[in-house]
C-alpha cells in the first residue's frame, strides 16, 4: 500500500483521538475521566469526555462524539458499536434507572449503533438492539431486541417493548404509537445479527493494524 509520500510501506498513519475529563461548569462541576476497557477500540477523531464506561471488545468508529459533559454519566456495554459520526450527548439532571442505577444514557451489550445515529439523553438501550443510520432515539426507553430503522426518530419519553420494530422515517412520539409495533421482522433480525458479527471482529483486527496489540518481543500479534 502507497502512503502520501509515495513509500511501499503501509498506510499513513495519523493515530490520534481525544480522551479527557469533563470541563468543570456549573451544570457539572465534578471532572470524571472516563473508565474504557484495555479490549475496547476507538478509531481515530473519535471525542470522549467525562464519565463514560466502555466495556470489552466495544467498537468506536472515527468521528464518534460521545460527550457526558452535560448530562452524566453514560455507560457502554460490551461487544456493541458506534460506528462513523455517531453522536451521544445528555440533558442535565434527566436520567433514567437501569440495575437500580441512574444513568443519562445507557447502552446495553451487543448494541448496533449504525452510521450518523444520534442518542441522546436520557436514554435507554437494552441488550441487542439496532439503532440505523441517522436514526435519532431521544428521551426514551428501548427494549431489548428492538429495530429502530433508518431515519426513525423515537422521542417524547416513549416505551419500546422487547423486539418492538420501528419502521424507516417513523416518528414514535406517544406512547400509543410505541404500543402498536410491531415485532423485528426475521429479515431485519438476521441484519442486525449479521452486523454485529463483523462488529464484533473490529476491536482486535484494528488494534492489530494500527498496531495496538503487541506481545513481549514488542511486535503487533
Request: glycine share 8%; aromatic share 12%.
Given at each position: 500500500m502507497w502512503n502520501y509520500q509515495g513509500y511501499q510501506n503501509g498506510p499513513y498513519n495519523l493515530y490520534c483521538y481525544y480522551v479527557g475529563y469533563n470541563p468543570p461548569t456549573s451544570v457539572n462541576p465534578y471532572p470524571r475521566f472516563p473508565s474504557i476497557d484495555r479490549s475496547a477500540f476507538l478509531s481515530p477523531f473519535t471525542f470522549v469526555v467525562g464519565d463514560v464506561t466502555i466495556q470489552n471488545n466495544t467498537y468506536v468508529g472515527p468521528f464518534v462524539?460521545?460527550?457526558?459533559?452535560?448530562?452524566?454519566?453514560?455507560?457502554?456495554?460490551?461487544?456493541?458499536?458506534l460506528q462513523d459520526g455517531v453522536i451521544l450527548h445528555g440533558l442535565k439532571n434527566k436520567y433514567f434507572e437501569k440495575?437500580?442505577?441512574?444513568?443519562?444514557?445507557?447502552?446495553?451489550?451487543?448494541?448496533?449503533?449504525?452510521?450518523?445515529?444520534?442518542?441522546?439523553?436520557?436514554?435507554?438501550?437494552?441488550?441487542?438492539?439496532?439503532?440505523?443510520?441517522?436514526?435519532?432515539?431521544?428521551n426514551a426507553i428501548i427494549g431489548a431486541?428492538?429495530?429502530?430503522s433508518s431515519g426513525a426518530v423515537v422521542t417524547n419519553g416513549v416505551e419500546i417493548a422487547p423486539n418492538s420494530f420501528v419502521p424507516p422515517g417513523?416518528?414514535?412520539?406517544?406512547?400509543?404509537?410505541?404500543?402498536?409495533?410491531?415485532?423485528?421482522?426475521?429479515?431485519?433480525?438476521?441484519?442486525?445479527?449479521?452486523?454485529?458479527?463483523?462488529?464484533?471482529?473490529?476491536?482486535?483486527?484494528?488494534?492489530?493494524?494500527?498496531?495496538?496489540?503487541?506481545c513481549s518481543c514488542g511486535l503487533a500479534c
Open positions: 462524539s460521545i460527550r457526558a459533559d452535560e448530562g452524566t454519566p453514560f455507560f457502554i456495554g460490551s461487544n456493541s458499536n440495575n437500580s442505577r441512574k444513568y443519562s444514557i445507557y447502552i446495553g451489550d451487543r448494541v448496533s449503533c449504525a452510521h450518523g445515529a444520534l442518542v441522546h439523553g436520557p436514554c435507554r438501550v437494552d441488550d441487542d438492539v439496532f439503532i440505523g443510520f441517522k436514526a435519532i432515539v431521544y431486541g428492538s429495530f429502530i417513523a416518528n414514535i412520539d406517544t406512547q400509543e404509537k410505541a404500543n402498536n409495533l410491531a415485532t423485528v421482522p426475521n429479515t431485519e433480525e438476521e441484519f442486525a445479527k449479521a452486523v454485529q458479527q463483523v462488529n464484533q471482529e473490529f476491536p482486535a483486527a484494528y488494534s492489530l493494524y494500527f498496531g495496538k496489540t503487541k
